[in-house]
Each structure stands twice: as structure tokens, then as C-alpha cells.
Nanobody, 114 residues
Framework: VQLQASGGGLVQPGGSLRLSCAAS????????MGWYRQAPGKQRELVAA???????NYGDSVKGRFTISSDNGKNTVYLQMNSLNSEDTAVYYC?????????WGQGTQVTVSS
């Protein structure tokens, strides 16, 4: 499975961004797709994940601000990020779990700064 992440950039505090993760195969066949992030000097952490059955899980720090969704026709998972703050600055990675094998896309940088 190949994953192509996009949508990162520079945004002011309080702003919004939408990340996209396009998969090379039908996301119906992917057990879980998720977004993780890694800030400098910190461990990679879960941001949000969605199962093929539509179950969703969010990291505590983004609950109420971020929304994960999927477009099965486009084989793409989105991460809508609202009310961004400086602590959201990180490289964001998407991943896919398929039959107990984990695939990672390349990261996309999100920088929240005035």
C-alpha cells in the first residue's frame, strides 16, 4: 500500500488546515487508517484513526478540534484541523493497517505560527 499525504503548510494560531492521505488501493480493504504526528524532540503520537467500519478514535489533545473522515470513492482519508495552536506544529504522517502490516506515508509539515 502506498500512501500520499498532502495539505500541510504554515497557518496562524486559530486557523484551519485540511490534510489528505490518498491510498493506492481501496480503503475498504484497509483495516485502519490513521494520522500521527511528531514534533521535534517528542515521540510520535496518535492524532486520529478510522476503521473500515467507520469507528473513530482521537488523541486527547485534538478532541473537539480535529475531524477525521474518509471518501471511499477517492480512496482518501482527510484530517480537518481547526483551532490550531503552536502545540499542533509537527510533521503529520498517515498510516494504514492491512492484514496486520503497517504502512506509512511520507510526512507533511504543519507549522502554526504568527
Amino acid at each position: 500500500v502506498q500512501l500520499q499525504a498532502s495539505g500541510g503548510g504554515l497557518v496562524q494560531p486559530g486557523g484551519s488546515l485540511r490534510l489528505s492521505c490518498a491510498a493506492s488501493r481501496s480503503i475498504f480493504s484497509i483495516n485502519v487508517m490513521g494520522w500521527y504526528r511528531q514534533a521535534p524532540g517528542k515521540q510520535r503520537e496518535l492524532v486520529a484513526a478510522i476503521t473500515s467500519g467507520g469507528r473513530i478514535n482521537y488523541g486527547d489533545s485534538v478532541k473537539g478540534r480535529f475531524t477525521i473522515s474518509s471518501d471511499n470513492g477517492k480512496n482518501t482519508v482527510y484530517l480537518q484541523m481547526n483551532s490550531l495552536n503552536s502545540e499542533d506544529t509537527a510533521v503529520y504522517y498517515c498510516n494504514a493497517l492491512v492484514e496486520n502490516r503497517l504502512y506509512w506515508g511520507q510526512g507533511t509539515q504543519v507549522t502554526v505560527s504568527s
